[in-house]
T-cell receptor
Framework: SQTIHQWPATLVQPVGSPLSLECTVE??????LYWYRQAAGRGLQLLFY??????ISSEVPQNLSASRPQDRQFILSSKKLLLSDSGFYLC???????????FGPGTRLTVT | GQSLEQPSEVTAVEGAIVQINCTYQ??????LSWYQQHDGGAPTFLSY????GLEETGRFSSFLSRSDSYGYLLLQELQMKDSASYFC?????????????FGAGTRLAVHP
């Protein structure tokens, strides 16, 4: 069966510090991978998606970046965090022919 | 662009039936999905409508009318565990099947 992992689960970082969130998927190959951000009490905002290694599409201009160094690994990064980067970050995957997305447990980021 | 509108909150009692509406403005999309998210948790897939009409999955049903730019999620025999946020989402043609645009979500509170 397929499993998606995210870490860390929670993170408190000061403004201006770097960020690295990692997401890995097990039990499937060549998944489509996604990063979403959810502000408190709000919907999900698509940040990045990837259809293959090294292929990243950015949806929202911001100080975040994403990379996919391996088939089942997706990384969200920032060089300098802003207060507005606080939120619940969710990684998701989808197999090529499916309409259903599977979400990881999320990382709750608080920038202070 | 695309936008989806949902009521922000809905309240119902155990055993009742509740309908959560989703109206959208989009130039074209592959289908309408519904996701459930409990507080602090990750969204989980509930249903998908590629075509107009009703899709039934146990206590949950989802409906789509493209001509009316409207869909809904119907929850029957409500249980306390159904208290959660519910999101509608569309996969627009412009995203090449990779983008999933979410509504802001409807918070459902089920009372005894």
């Amino acid at each position: 069966s397929q499993t998606i992992h995210q870490w860390p689960a929670t993170l408190v970082q000061p403004v201006g510090s770097p960020l690295s969130l990692e997401c890995t998927v097990e039990g499937t190959s060549n998944p489509n991978l996604y990063w979403y951000r959810q502000a408190a009490g709000r919907g999900l905002q698509l940040l990045f998606y990837s259809v293959g290694i090294g292929q990243i599409s950015s949806e929202v201009p911001q100080n975040l970046s994403a990379s996919r160094p391996q088939d089942r690994q997706f990384i969200l990064s920032s060089k300098k965090l802003l207060l507005s980067d606080s939120g619940f970050y969710l990684c998701a995957w989808r197999s090529g022919g499916s309409y259903e997305q599977y979400f990881g447990p999320g990382t709750r980021l608080t920038v202070t | 662009g695309q936008s989806l509108e949902q009521p922000s909150e809905v309240t119902a009692v155990e055993g009742a039936i509740v309908q959560i509406n989703c109206t959208y403005q989009t130039s074209g999309f592959y289908g309408l999905s519904w996701y459930q998210q409990h507080d602090g948790g990750a969204p989980t897939f509930l249903s998908y409508n590629a075509l107009d009409g009703l899709e039934e999955t146990g206590r949950f049903s989802s409906f789509l009318s493209r001509s009316d730019s409207y869909g809904y999620l119907l929850l029957q025999e409500l249980q306390m565990k159904d208290s959660a946020s519910y999101f509608c989402a569309v996969r627009p043609f412009s995203g090449g099947y990779n983008k999933l645009i979410f509504g802001a979500g409807t918070r459902l509170a089920v009372h005894p």
